[in-house]
């Protein structure tokens, strides 16, 4: 039973087109995030929200649109992709309003853009 | 200047050594302080996390912060092959989370 999954595990696309990465926890948590690791290892939150309300909005391009139907799940849709988005995206739940110190991250989705 | 900033290594011992991993962080608001182990291709996981300066041991894992220099340690003892992964450090506080570059640690048998 997976606390945080995400799909697809893998995502290679070309440049321009439009993809959806999915995130679903089973845990009951009120919030839940979305962070980028880029090649260096370095991670970096990008959004967060508090049962289904957003509140962190990091400075990412708007080409970046989170979504939350409720408060187990929280999409990420990515417009016009480019070769930079080429990252580990993940996604990440917390029990209490966020954010907090204990998340609980799902496996990644790694984006390939070409 | 990051928010957080962390020696990326890579850092090798043998098994049996005490690794000392390091952070400082720059922006007094941070509140809380934490320590997530991430091994390869896998998402990072939670080790520990404190609100105060001082020190938190878990196991072999002590978690230490000092607030008045801004300084994150964590101590591993008795370190194992297991342990090989890499370490990162994060603070936050006030609706921001930051993290370190990740310390990436090897230990040999």
């Known amino acids: 039973d997976t606390a945080v999954s995400q799909t697809p595990k893998y995502l290679v696309t070309q440049m321009g087109n439009d993809k959806s990465i999915k995130c679903e926890q089973n845990l009951g948590h009120d919030t839940m995030y979305w962070y980028k690791q880029d090649s260096k290892k370095f991670l970096k939150i990008m959004f967060s929200?508090?049962?289904?309300?957003?509140?962190i909005n990091e400075t990412v391009p708007n080409r970046f649109s989170p979504k939350s139907p409720d408060k187990a799940h929280l999409n990420l849709h990515i417009n016009s992709l480019e070769l930079g988005d080429s990252a580990v995206y993940f996604c990440a739940s917390s029990p209490k309003a966020g954010p907090r110190p204990e998340q609980y991250f799902g496996p990644g989705t790694r984006l390939t853009v070409t | 200047q990051k928010e957080v900033e962390q020696d990326p290594g890579p850092l090798s011992v043998p098994e049996g050594a005490i690794v000392s991993l390091n952070c400082t962080y720059s922006?007094?608001?941070?509140?809380?302080f934490m320590w997530y182990r991430q091994y390869s291709r896998k998402g990072p996981e939670l080790l520990m996390y404190t609100y105060s300066s001082g020190n938190k041991e878990d196991g072999r894992f002590t978690a230490q912060v000092d607030k008045s220099s801004k300084y994150i340690s964590l101590f591993i003892r008795d370190s194992q092959p297991s342990d090989s992964a890499t370490y990162l450090c994060a603070s936050g506080g006030n609706n921001d989370m930051r993290f370190g570059a990740g310390t990436r640690l090897t230990v040999k048998p």
């Open positions: 922006n007094s608001a941070f509140q809380y």
């Open positions: 929200y508090n049962n289904k309300e957003l509140i």
